[in-house]
């Protein structure tokens, strides 16, 4: 199994007291919460964090993009890939995602995962999603639209990466003259391309369909249904005549490690709860704008009044498996237990979450990359798959 | 029609007079239409992609709309029409105008969306709650209070794809088409404009704006009187447009 970092870079100095006077940390908040010098002190850490990670023996490290918010400051992920992929030597880096429809021109992305891929001399990872409701708010994209204007930009992107240039190209809702990448991606025929999802069976039909064999990444769910979609995932492919490989299914994970369960549970807390009840928080209208979900998705999430908004706590959150928290031990066998039960292939660790502060994530770093790394990593994937069969 | 089953509510007699509902559909037969009915045949249809109508491949904007109803008109066989929208069918209704009033008699548009003013904000009823909705929507709270919440999973699916269809219509730029402005002027029936002096979602200001660009339109703003002057206040609403639609006969 390969093991990557990932990083949501929070604004961890956020007044927690916001919420008696904003019913959210996104598009609503003012940007007075934002203070540069603090902001500045962030990025720094947290990139720092990451190009840790490097020396620490992962096999990766993620940033992903979302808007106007406190929840993550990487409104332009690029940027930190950037920025990582000099200062890194051996671990892939992977933006997860670049929300497509939000985008007048996917051209834009084509074009600076190319840059990046060409830096790092092939250690770059495309993730390519839809972004969450709150970001339709955010940038004005029409939620309606979203799934058309994802396959469309999906589909210029990679013809943009694998065809010979000049080409025209002719949508609904992107038309180009001339499309011709320089540079073309390093990788061929393209990079690796991560479908995250917090789990949908369209995306994971498209994501799984032979043409593609996408990586298929479950994002922040309980493990229960990790399982039930990496089956989907699996069961699709067979539908269509190949075996799913582990490299094709992905998780991603916050994580807290500490000397014993009770020093771990004690320290992670405050900070996960932090997470989970200040950061995540926005009301359903933000979260669920008309047309992002289909309409019998809507109506079960109608049913399912709970869903965001309402207080979680660590043992909410511990026991759906959505946060895996402990000492080394019991870190190491719920993640063995996992992988063994569900069979992916890559594992991403949410290893700063919320509040948590700097010496505690470097702290639950190094002993999730000394004491419950080594371990995962031996556990054999198979060889990979991602070698998507376009022409 | 055009590829496109629609629902369409019709009663009374008298001249035609055509209803183009507002973001909320037109699932149910109101009182207003029914006073009206007194008076005139009434035509209630549900938009392409609202209600229990169809939701046609070819729509995508409230132009395809104009369009739609520039046919349905011929298709009805409706030479002389009183044409009357709300909100965003008053959008619907004024870019029909703009290209053709051929077969209309005259123009009522209540608090109709399609245009901006730089600096007067709307409300934004994407992020509003049901709740917060029904609210903003009334003057009167007690009949914001009276409003049924969605009980039934039908209900809740015909909310569902009614607010799909007002996002894909009127998303972004929000709920306006920047063209429509230069092109207001050739709208050459009578026009009546009615605005409550209590619109949150598209504040009275809206009224005036309307009003100097469309050059034979009148504006009636209703007193004490939210967003729906054909709900809050359907005795003043029918009277003023029985009033209006009767002298432009």
């Not at chain 1, 492919?237 to 916050?254: F, I, K, R």
């Not at chain 2, 066989?77 to 619907?92: D, E, F, R």
Request: glycine share 8%; net charge negative.
């Amino acid at each position: 199994m390969k093991l990557y970092m990932m990083h949501l870079m929070p604004y961890a100095d956020l007044d927690l007291d916001y919420d008696k006077t904003h019913n959210s940390a996104w598009i609503t908040l003012p940007n007075s919460y934002y203070d540069p010098k603090k902001g500045a002190k962030l990025y720094n850490r947290y990139l720092d964090e990451l190009e840790y990670a490097d020396q620490l023996g992962f096999d990766g490290i993620c940033v992903n993009e979302h808007h106007q918010n406190a929840y993550g400051l990487m409104p332009q992920p690029g940027v930190m890939a950037g920025a990582l992929a000099r200062r890194t030597k051996n671990v892939k880096i992977a933006i997860l995602g670049r929300a497509l429809p939000l985008l007048n021109n996917p051209v834009t992305v084509a074009e600076e995962f190319a840059m990046i891929d060409n830096i790092t001399e092939g250690r770059f990872i495309a993730g390519f999603v839809r972004g969450i409701g709150a970001e339709y708010h955010a940038w004005s994209s029409n939620p309606a639209d979203s799934h058309e204007r994802f396959h469309e930009a999906h589909d210029l992107i990679v013809r943009a990466w694998t065809e010979i240039g000049p080409f025209p190209f002719e949508g609904k809702h992107y038309q180009f003259e001339y499309v011709n990448l320089w540079p073309r991606p390093y990788q061929t025929p393209h990079p690796p391309i991560w479908i995250p999802s917090q789990g949908s069976s369209e995306t994971i039909e498209w994501a799984s369909h032979p043409d593609r064999r996408y990586t298929y990444l479950q994002t922040f769910t309980p493990a229960a249904m990790l399982a039930k979609y990496m089956q989907m995932y699996k069961d699709m492919a067979a539908e269509h005549g190949y075996e799913a490989t582990e490299d094709q299914l992905g998780w991603s994970v916050p994580v807290y490690v500490g000397e014993t369960d009770e020093i771990a549970r004690r320290e992670a807390q405050p900070h996960i709860e932090n997470f989970l009840n200040k950061f995540l928080r926005m009301p359903k209208e933000m979260l669920l704008p008309p047309g992002y979900l289909s309409l019998k998705s809507m109506i079960g999430v109608m049913k399912a009044k709970s869903a965001i908004g309402g207080k979680q706590t660590i043992d909410d959150v511990m026991d759906k498996g959505m946060f895996i928290c402990g000492s080394p031990e019991t870190v190491r066998q719920k993640l063995e237990h996992y992988q063994k039960d569900i069979g992916f292939g890559h594992l991403l660790t949410l290893l700063q979450f919320g509040t948590l502060p700097a010496d505690l994530t470097r702290k639950n770093m190094e002993l999730f990359a000394k004491e419950v790394m080594p371990h995962l990593q031996a556990r054999g994937t198979t060889p990979a798959a991602n070698e998507p069969a376009i022409a | 029609m055009t590829g496109c089953r629609i629902r369409i509510m019709r009663k009374g007699q008298g001249q035609s007079l055509l209803f183009l509902h507002g973001a909320s559909g037109a699932t149910n037969w109101l009182p207003f239409m029914d006073m009206l009915a007194q008076n005139y045949d009434v035509i209630v249809p549900e938009h392409p992609g609202f209600g229990a109508s169809e939701t046609p491949e070819w729509l995508d904007n409230v132009g395809d709309l104009a369009h739609f109803y520039l046919d349905l008109i011929d298709h009805l066989g409706l030479a002389s029409v009183h044409l009357i929208g709300t909100s965003l069918g008053g959008w619907i209704a004024a870019e029909l105008a703009t290209c053709s009033c051929e077969k209309i008699k005259s123009l009522t548009l209540v608090a109709p969306a399609g245009i901006s003013i730089p600096g007067v904000r709307k409300g934004d009823m994407f992020m509003w709650s049901p709740e917060e909705l029904a609210s903003k929507l009334f003057h009167n709270q007690d009949l914001a209070q009276s409003v049924p919440q969605t009980a039934t999973e039908e209900a809740v699916m015909l909310m569902l794809k009614n607010r799909l269809m007002t996002a894909k219509l009127g998303w972004s730029p929000r709920m306006h088409n920047p063209h429509l402005r230069k092109w207001l002027h050739r709208i050459t029936v009578p026009t009546l404009i009615i605005w409550g002096d209590d619109d949150q979602l598209l504040p009275p200001a809206y009224g005036p704006a309307y009003r100097d660009l469309i050059p034979s339109s009148s504006l009636h703003v209703i007193a004490q009187c939210g967003h729906l002057p054909h709900v809050e206040k359907a005795q003043e609403f029918v009277a003023k447009v029985t009033q209006f639609t009767k002298e432009a006969a």
